[in-house]
Nanobody, 122 residues
Framework: QVQLVESGGGLVQAGGSLRLSCAAS????????MGWFRQAPGKEREFVAV????????FYADSVKGRFTISRDNTKNSVYLQMNSLKPEDTAVYYC???????????????WGKGTLVTVSS
């Protein structure tokens, strides 16, 4: 089992920045690809970003490319999401996710955190 705990959400004005953190415990953190997903009210959960086991490769949803940056620190069992130039449409609950392979579909995630709410006001 892997336990994931997100932090760093909150209320921010459009154009602002937030940094989300996810702390992992349990099995060896470095064995997992880590990702962020989000779910806006009334919408399905969607892929945001993913980072491979040692952080060598990252992928982003087109909607956040150039504004968000995913990173990880395997010595701290943590993954981060730096979000810049935030827009009201970025408002959602953001979930940390772990998988044994690179995936962009929520159906293929092995472990989920409980989420942290990000609200972007216009």
């Amino acid at each position: 089992q892997v336990q994931l705990v997100e932090s760093g959400g909150g209320l921010v004005q459009a154009g602002g920045s937030l940094r989300l953190s996810c702390a992992a415990s349990g099995r060896t953190f470095g064995n997992y690809v880590m990702g962020w997903f989000r779910q806006a009210p009334g919408k399905e959960r969607e892929f945001v970003a993913v980072i491979t086991w040692t952080g060598g490769t990252t992928f982003y949803a087109d909607s956040v490319k150039g504004r968000f940056t995913i990173s990880r620190d395997n010595t701290k069992n943590s993954v981060y999401l730096q979000m810049n130039s935030l827009k009201p449409e970025d408002t959602a609950v953001y979930y940390c996710a772990a998988a044994t392979r690179v995936v962009v579909s929520p159906e293929n995630i092995d472990y989920w955190g409980k989420g942290t709410l990000v609200t972007v006001s216009s």
